[in-house]
Protein backbone atom coordinates (compact mmCIF):
# COMPACT_ATOMS: atom_id res chain seq x y z
CA UNK A 1 0.00 0.00 0.00
CA UNK A 2 1.08 3.43 -0.96
CA UNK A 3 1.65 6.05 1.43
CA UNK A 4 -0.18 9.03 0.73
CA UNK A 5 -1.36 12.01 2.91
CA UNK A 6 -5.01 10.14 2.89
CA UNK A 7 -3.31 7.44 4.49
CA UNK A 8 -1.32 9.62 7.15
CA UNK A 9 -4.17 11.48 7.69
CA UNK A 10 -6.77 8.54 8.39
CA UNK A 11 -4.66 6.50 10.12
CA UNK A 12 -5.37 3.76 7.62
CA UNK A 13 -2.02 1.94 8.42
CA UNK A 14 1.15 0.97 11.09
CA UNK A 15 3.69 2.12 8.40
CA UNK A 16 2.13 5.59 7.87
CA UNK A 17 2.27 6.13 11.59
CA UNK A 18 6.10 5.12 11.61
CA UNK A 19 6.62 7.63 8.57
CA UNK A 20 5.27 10.11 10.55
CA UNK A 21 6.79 9.25 13.81
CA UNK A 22 9.63 6.47 13.90
CA UNK A 23 8.66 6.16 17.49
CA UNK A 24 5.48 5.02 17.27
CA UNK A 25 3.47 2.77 16.00
CA UNK A 26 -0.29 2.62 15.58
CA UNK A 27 -2.18 -0.58 16.65
CA UNK A 28 -5.68 -1.71 15.71
CA UNK A 29 -7.10 0.26 18.44
CA UNK A 30 -5.12 3.09 17.64
CA UNK A 31 -2.83 2.97 20.78
CA UNK A 32 0.56 4.21 20.57
CA UNK A 33 3.29 1.35 21.47
CA UNK A 34 6.79 1.08 20.74
CA UNK A 35 7.89 0.23 17.98
CA UNK A 36 10.74 -2.91 17.64
CA UNK A 37 13.98 -1.23 18.81
CA UNK A 38 12.33 0.16 21.71
CA UNK A 39 13.18 -0.37 25.45
CA UNK A 40 12.63 0.96 28.46
CA UNK A 41 15.56 2.74 30.20
CA UNK A 42 15.82 3.69 33.78
CA UNK A 43 18.56 5.92 34.08
CA UNK A 44 19.88 7.39 37.67
CA UNK A 45 20.52 11.53 36.94
CA UNK A 46 21.61 14.00 39.26
CA UNK A 47 20.66 11.89 41.85
CA UNK A 48 16.70 11.37 40.61
CA UNK A 49 15.28 8.06 39.01
CA UNK A 50 14.35 8.85 35.45
CA UNK A 51 12.30 6.15 33.35
CA UNK A 52 12.09 6.59 29.38
CA UNK A 53 11.40 4.75 26.37
CA UNK A 54 13.57 5.01 23.95
CA UNK A 55 15.74 3.01 20.63
CA UNK A 56 18.68 1.43 21.67
CA UNK A 57 21.02 3.46 19.49
CA UNK A 58 19.66 6.46 21.56
CA UNK A 59 22.83 7.87 23.13
CA UNK A 60 23.01 9.31 26.33
CA UNK A 61 23.59 12.98 25.11
CA UNK A 62 20.77 12.79 22.99
CA UNK A 63 18.72 10.93 26.05
CA UNK A 64 19.28 13.88 28.29
CA UNK A 65 19.17 16.63 26.24
CA UNK A 66 16.29 15.28 23.94
CA UNK A 67 13.98 12.96 26.30
CA UNK A 68 14.76 14.51 30.13
CA UNK A 69 14.99 18.23 28.57
CA UNK A 70 18.39 18.29 30.52
CA UNK A 71 20.21 20.78 27.92
CA UNK A 72 23.33 21.70 30.03
CA UNK A 73 25.43 19.47 27.87
CA UNK A 74 26.34 20.33 24.56
CA UNK A 75 26.44 18.39 21.05
CA UNK A 76 29.41 19.99 19.22
CA UNK A 77 31.30 17.69 16.78
CA UNK A 78 28.87 14.75 18.07
CA UNK A 79 32.32 12.44 16.79
CA UNK A 80 33.56 12.38 20.33
CA UNK A 81 36.43 15.17 19.51
CA UNK A 82 35.64 18.30 21.07
CA UNK A 83 34.55 17.37 24.91
CA UNK A 84 31.13 19.70 24.93
CA UNK A 85 29.21 16.98 25.82
CA UNK A 86 31.00 15.72 28.59
CA UNK A 87 28.90 14.36 31.86
CA UNK A 88 30.52 12.14 34.78
CA UNK A 89 29.33 8.06 34.64
CA UNK A 90 30.21 6.93 38.12
CA UNK A 91 32.65 9.42 38.54
CA UNK A 92 34.02 9.17 35.55
CA UNK A 93 34.17 11.93 32.75
CA UNK A 94 32.67 10.00 29.62
CA UNK A 95 31.50 11.65 26.83
CA UNK A 96 27.98 11.57 25.99
CA UNK A 97 27.63 11.53 22.07
CA UNK A 98 29.82 8.47 22.21
CA UNK A 99 27.94 6.48 25.25
CA UNK A 100 24.33 4.49 24.08
CA UNK A 101 21.82 5.57 27.20
CA UNK A 102 20.78 1.51 27.34
CA UNK A 103 24.70 1.10 28.81
CA UNK A 104 24.70 4.08 31.48
CA UNK A 105 21.52 2.17 33.28
CA UNK A 106 22.40 0.80 36.79
CA UNK A 107 25.32 4.35 36.82
CA UNK A 108 24.86 7.16 38.39
CA UNK A 109 24.82 9.94 35.96
CA UNK A 110 25.95 13.34 36.85
CA UNK A 111 25.39 16.48 34.55
CA UNK A 112 26.24 20.23 35.02
CA UNK A 113 22.96 20.61 36.26
CA UNK A 114 23.85 19.03 38.98
CA UNK A 115 26.99 19.92 40.15
CA UNK A 116 25.14 22.86 41.98
CA UNK A 117 25.23 22.49 45.93
CA UNK A 118 22.07 21.51 48.25
CA UNK A 119 21.31 25.31 49.16
CA UNK A 120 21.53 26.04 45.39
CA UNK A 121 24.95 27.49 45.55
CA UNK A 122 27.72 26.89 42.40
CA UNK A 123 30.06 24.29 42.70
CA UNK A 124 33.66 25.94 43.61
CA UNK A 125 34.59 25.03 39.97
CA UNK A 126 31.68 26.82 38.71
CA UNK A 127 32.32 29.62 40.45
CA UNK A 128 35.64 29.77 39.69
CA UNK A 129 34.87 29.67 35.96
CA UNK A 130 32.55 32.92 36.38
CA UNK A 131 35.64 34.50 38.84
CA UNK A 132 38.62 33.69 36.26
CA UNK A 133 36.54 34.78 33.06
CA UNK A 134 37.08 31.26 32.17
CA UNK A 135 34.64 31.02 29.18
CA UNK A 136 33.49 33.31 25.96
CA UNK A 137 31.11 32.13 23.80
CA UNK A 138 29.93 29.31 26.86
CA UNK A 139 28.88 26.81 24.56
CA UNK A 140 31.70 24.53 25.41
CA UNK A 141 31.87 25.69 28.98
CA UNK A 142 29.67 23.30 30.46
CA UNK A 143 32.02 20.26 29.54
CA UNK A 144 35.09 21.95 30.33
CA UNK A 145 33.62 22.29 33.79
CA UNK A 146 32.78 18.75 33.92
CA UNK A 147 36.48 18.15 32.87
CA UNK A 148 37.96 20.36 35.10
CA UNK A 149 35.67 18.78 38.41
CA UNK A 150 36.97 15.40 37.22
CA UNK A 151 40.34 16.78 36.63
CA UNK A 152 40.92 17.79 39.93
CA UNK A 153 38.90 14.96 41.85
CA UNK A 154 41.68 12.25 39.68
CA UNK A 155 44.33 14.22 40.91
CA UNK A 156 45.71 15.79 37.94
CA UNK A 157 45.72 19.19 38.81
CA UNK A 158 49.17 19.36 40.20
CA UNK A 159 51.04 21.68 37.91
CA UNK A 160 49.63 23.62 35.07
CA UNK A 161 51.28 21.08 32.57
CA UNK A 162 49.29 18.82 34.14
CA UNK A 163 46.05 20.40 33.96
CA UNK A 164 46.52 21.02 29.88
CA UNK A 165 47.88 17.55 29.39
CA UNK A 166 44.31 16.10 30.80
CA UNK A 167 42.02 18.58 30.10
CA UNK A 168 43.60 18.44 26.24
CA UNK A 169 40.31 16.78 25.22
CA UNK A 170 38.18 19.75 25.63
CA UNK A 171 38.17 22.08 22.98
CA UNK A 172 37.06 25.96 23.09
CA UNK A 173 36.52 27.88 20.17
CA UNK A 174 37.42 30.87 21.51
CA UNK A 175 40.90 29.98 23.60
CA UNK A 176 40.10 31.05 27.07
CA UNK A 177 42.78 28.13 27.73
CA UNK A 178 44.58 30.63 30.49
CA UNK A 179 41.39 31.53 32.14
CA UNK A 180 40.25 28.05 32.23
CA UNK A 181 43.62 26.31 33.07
CA UNK A 182 43.62 29.60 36.28
CA UNK A 183 39.98 28.69 36.89
CA UNK A 184 41.10 25.04 37.85
CA UNK A 185 43.48 26.03 40.13
CA UNK A 186 41.59 28.38 42.41
CA UNK A 187 38.65 25.53 42.51
CA UNK A 188 41.24 22.85 43.44
CA UNK A 189 41.74 24.61 46.55
CA UNK A 190 38.52 24.92 47.33
CA UNK A 191 37.95 21.52 46.46
CA UNK A 192 40.22 19.81 48.15
CA UNK A 193 39.48 21.32 51.70
CA UNK A 194 35.36 20.02 51.18
Given at each position: ?13 A ?26 V ?13 D ?65 N ?26 A????R ?41
Amino acid sequence: MAITRRTVLTGGTALAAVGLNPLLAVTDERQPRAVSGMTPVRLQVNGQRRDVVLDVRVTLLDALREHLQLTGSKKGCDQGQCGACTVHLDGVRVLSCLTLAVSAQGKHIETIEGLEGKNGNLHPMQQAFIDQDGFQCGYCTPGQIMSAVACVREGHAKTDADIQEYMSGNLCRCAAYPKIVAAIKQARERMEHT
